[in-house]
């Protein structure tokens, strides 16, 4: 491959996915909060590969409706095998240029990482092959494709696993399910396919025989983390692939200078940033797109809802549930509160059993608590609320929707009332 060749990725989704007794198609069962296919978009777009197709087929109107503008969906009218599904992108004029090479990949492979595609396509451009293909060895090859090698070594043919003789079973070398083909060679073999084995499908993996009997040089990038190249065909896979993507991201975070303390209980997703010296304590949930600042203490039995915002100094302890929030430095909400649609200041006491009330049944409203409040244990604040700096509400408080309690003004009773003005930025009591 020439620097100046050009790279698709073609990506199979079209299966049904049998084995997972499902409704959905396989490739849009999550893996944390994206689905599969998420995952493998975004690790083909982080290794490079700027054009997309993604084949589609069981339910094919969900997956192109995940796949929006990122990339170009092709039908496969029948589920043919995966040599068919990658046929159907042949008809796109792209394919059909001289100086295309494509990374066929599989849609339920979601751990390959970027930095292992980007290996196979260097491969591919290092050795000038026609074919590059990922390989890993492993403890239990049974399900996968087992890599056929002659008495020099030389790739020969992917035989899988209902058409492998006994001691081809016993192969160790498995297919991944990512390649790069150089396109008109690929499509040249695909054409000449015949289904001739137990499945009665056209199997792309039978392209490296066609490929080893024409002499077209075949090259591989042979991973080494075994659990990179799990393919999900079934939920108890997809249990498997999960329990690998959050041992991943606890070690990242942890690299980073955060204590975990229990691993094992203990959910992160991706796209979380947390700063040094923070200690995330057993059973807490914190989703994608969370920011928490330095030195905070979360948990235990919390859960941090998608984009939320938490400042240094942070506390937040049992049993809270923060949604769509923002909390500032020094804030503490130790028990049992519901935070939603809240705009948190520094310095703040959420008392215990605080219910922020901001769906009224149609609409969410938003909070603003100012800096130093001090809201009192069992308070409900009826969004939209705002309390103001140093202000603070007697336990058991509601404040009704639409309320703006004023600066150091303290508050009691149900609605809530007035109760007196306190004077002085320290007068508000901290627990
Ligand atoms: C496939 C490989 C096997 C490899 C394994 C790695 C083939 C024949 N076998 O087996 O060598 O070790 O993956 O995980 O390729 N698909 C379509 N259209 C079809 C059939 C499948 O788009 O007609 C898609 C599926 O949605 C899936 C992918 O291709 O994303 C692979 O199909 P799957 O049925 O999971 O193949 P495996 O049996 O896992
Ligand atoms: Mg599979």
């Not at 979601?110 to 403890?139: D, F, K, M, Y």
């Not at 297919?175 to 001739?196: R, S, T």
Request: with cysteine; net charge positive; aromatic share 6%.
């Amino acid at each position: 491959m020439n620097i100046s060749d050009q790279l698709a990725a073609v990506i199979l989704a079209a299966g049904q996915g049998t084995r997972m007794n499902s409704q959905r198609p396989k490739v849009l069962h999550k893996l944390g909060s994206k689905p599969m296919l998420g995952h493998v978009m975004d690790t083909v777009t982080a290794a490079g590969v700027r054009q997309m197709f993604v084949v589609t087929g069981f339910r094919g109107e969900l997956v192109a409706e995940y796949v929006g503008a990122r990339a170009r969906c092709v039908p496969q009218p029948n589920l043919l095998g995966t040599g068919d599904a990658v046929w159907q992108v042949n008809a796109e004029p792209f394919m059909q240029r001289g100086d295309t090479h494509v990374l066929v990949i599989y849609g339920d492979t979601p751990l390959i990482t970027p930095q292992t595609v980007a290996a196979l396509i260097e491969e591919h451009r290092r050795s000038n092959s026609l074919c590059t293909l990922l390989s890993a060895v492993v403890p239990d090859p049974t399900g996968y494709g087992r890599i056929i090698r002659d008495e020099r070594g030389k790739i020969t043919a992917i035989v899988e696993e209902q058409d492998a003789q006994p001691i081809q079973k016993a192969i160790q070398e498995v297919n991944v399910g990512a390649y790069v083909f150089k396109a008109q060679e690929l499509f040249a073999a695909i054409q000449g396919l015949k289904p001739a084995n137990v499945k009665k499908e056209y199997y792309l993996t039978d392209v490296i025989a066609v490929f080893a009997r024409n002499a077209y040089p075949i090259s591989h990038v042979r991973t080494e983390d075994v659990d990179e190249m799990l393919g999900i065909n079934s939920r108890a896979g997809l249990v498997k692939a999960f329990a690998i993507y959050r041992r991943r991201i606890i070690e990242k975070i942890i690299a980073g200078g955060v204590t975990v303390v229990d691993p094992h209980t203990t959910y992160i997703d991706d796209e979380v940033r947390i700063g040094q010296d923070t200690v995330i304590y057993p059973l807490t949930v914190i989703e994608r797109d969370v920011e928490i600042g330095q030195g905070c203490a979360i948990g235990p039995f919390c859960h941090v809802r998608a984009g939320c915002r938490i400042a240094d100094n942070v506390s937040i302890g049992n049993f809270a549930e923060i949604n769509r929030s923002a909390i500032g430095k020094g804030t503490r909400i130790k028990h049992q509160s519901y935070i939603g649609d809240a705009q948190i200041a520094a310095a703040v006491n959420i008392g215990a059993g605080t219910i922020i009330a901001n769906y009224d049944g149609k609409n969410k409203h938003k909070t603003v608590i100012e800096t130093g409040a001090f809201i009192g244990t069992g308070t409900i604040l009826v969004a939209p609320v705002k309390i103001g700096k140093a202000a603070v509400t007697g336990a058991g408080a509601v404040v009704p929707k639409n309320k703006k309690v004023e600066d150091h003004q303290v508050v009691v009773g149900i609605p809530a009332r007035l109760l007196r003005k306190n004077e002085g930025p320290d007068s508000c009591k901290k627990s």
